[in-house]
């Protein structure tokens, strides 16, 4: 099946600097991908869509500042934290399908990023 | 909207035993899919099982199947001769046809599998 690479899997940051996560589908293009934030044991909330070549649409309550979104290419997209600070701790998802999409179309995701911010 | 319905938040099994996971879901869509995942310790995200709500066909994946029921709106994830690496969080989501549109994922199942 299609591949989704997520990195870094883990980083560690101090508090005030800034952290980027990559999204990459590795044999397919995937014009849009999705950024989820995942806190312990609880499901996978929705931050933003990522559409290449166009802005990110943000959920509600997700400051866009904060988190920067680029969808330069087809096959990659990346999450910036700005400015880390400790409640920005959690995992951080994406994932992506192929073409246009239709309810068949799986889901892929990346292995997810544990960020730490101390 | 979507929106999707477990109601189990942790479920035992023993060993080679058959488990179910409820999932229901409500969606104003006619057209949609139905997904599982699971989800391990390390984090990643493991498709399953698809359904598409035209399916006439329950859907099976070697020992995971999906018990749809599309008037109830649910369907439930079947684990048949469970083993100890099912132990893991598992999701149900649902997305509409015809678009790229994101999945909307319910509050999960954590599973532990008891030798």
């Known amino acids: 099946g299609a591949v989704v690479s997520q990195h870094p899997s883990w980083v560690i940051c101090k508090s005030g600097t800034s952290v980027k996560i990559e999204c990459r589908s590795l044999?397919?293009?995937?014009?849009?991908m999705f950024w989820y934030r995942q806190f312990p044991k609880q499901s996978l909330m929705l931050m933003a869509t990522?559409?290449?070549?166009?802005?990110?649409?943000?959920e509600q309550g997700v400051e866009k500042d904060k988190f920067l979104i680029n969808h330069a290419s087809l096959t990659l997209s990346t999450l910036t934290v700005t400015s880390a600070h400790p409640e920005d701790s959690s995992f951080y998802i994406c994932?992506?399908?192929?073409?246009?999409?239709?309810?068949?179309?799986?889901?892929?995701f990346g292995q997810g990023t544990r960020l730490t911010v101390v | 909207a979507q929106k999707i319905t477990q109601t189990q938040p942790g479920m035992f099994v023993q060993e080679k035993e058959a488990v179910t996971l409820d999932c229901t879901y409500d969606?104003?869509?006619?057209?949609?899919?139905l997904f599982w995942y699971k989800q391990p310790s390390s984090g990643e995200m493991i498709f399953l099982i698809y359904?598409?709500?035209?399916?006439?066909q329950n859907a099976t994946e070697g020992r995971y199947s999906l018990n749809f029921q599309k008037a109830r709106k649910s369907a439930n994830l079947v684990i048949s001769a469970s083993q100890l690496g099912d132990s893991a969080m598992y999701f149900c989501?649902?997305?509409?046809?015809?678009?790229?549109?994101?999945?909307?994922f319910g509050s999960g199942t954590q599973l532990t599998v008891l030798p």
């Open positions: 994932s992506a399908r192929e073409g246009t999409g239709g309810s068949k179309t799986e889901a892929f």
């Open positions: 990522s559409n290449e070549g166009s802005k990110a649409t943000y």
């Open positions: 969606t104003s869509d006619q057209s949609y899919g």
């Open positions: 044999d397919f293009q995937a014009t849009t």
């Open positions: 359904q598409g709500s035209y399916d006439e």
């Open positions: 989501a649902i997305v509409p046809s015809g678009s790229a549109r994101q999945l909307t």
